[in-house]
């Protein structure tokens, strides 16, 4: 049994969740803006023909070509929508994009390909139960990326974690223990704590966990499933800066 620990508290079990009525809407938020598709720039975004840019957002930055979203989108009119629209630092629009006459948005489409990855940012509950939902459907079947049985990487392979620094990774393992030291807690995969790879997660933090019902203690001797940027800190970390990036998917 796998469970999501999403945002607002949303557990998913096998990644499919019963969604209240209020987040059944998923990720069709407010329009926030439409337009022809003029060129894809990269495997998550596109420019419009009014030169506008826009990034697929919840979803993370991942080294895959622009094949699949062009065969999506590719001078296509699109519809934007989304929470607000103020341009992220590079410029680009994040939205939920629907190509014209879909209800289903582009980055769950690219997710039940398998060639994206959901990035848990998104904080609406309805919205990440959707794409993880999308991402879980391409995993079981192994498509796209997930046909590479080492697209998930082993906790205990700490050489093939650090290869991957400054990427978007997902990392699973058993959780032999949890530790605090200043205002930082550790869930430690390894005995070796300063070489082995640890989740690190922020005293301020704990408010939001503790919201989603999660105690960290209560992760020890469980498998859970992280995903996030890969750092060196003596060994490998992962921060956690959102709680649905977490996936509990083994018991004690």
Known sequence: MTHLL?????????LVAAIDPAAAAGCN???????????VIDNRSFRLEDGREVRLAG????????????????????????????????????A????????????AELLAQGQALASAE??????????ASAEASARQAKLGTWADSDAIKNAERTGDILARIGQFTVVEGKVLSVR????????????????????????????????AGISLKSLENRRIRIRGFVEQRGGPRIELVRVGQIEVIGGH
């Open 122 to 131: 998104v904080a609406d509950q309805g919205c990440a139960a959707e794409l």
């Open 29 to 39: 938020f407010e329009l926030q803006g439409e337009g022809r598709v003029s060129a």
């Open 180 to 211: 605090q030291a200043g205002a930082t807690y550790y869930a430690n995969f390894g005995r070796r704590w300063t070489q082995d790879f640890a989740v690190t997660i922020s005293r301020r933090m704990m408010a939001s966990l503790e919201a």
């Open 6 to 14: 999403g945002p607002a508290g949303l557990v998913c079990c096998g």
């Open 96 to 107: 939920f994009v629907f190509a014209d006459g879909s209800d289903r948005s582009i980055q």
């Open 59 to 94: 979803l993370a930055p991942v080294p895959a070509g622009t094949t699949a979203l062009a065969a999506l989108i590719a001078d296509r009119d699109v519809k934007l929508r989304g929470q607000d629209d103020a341009p992220d630092r590079w410029g680009r629009q994040p």
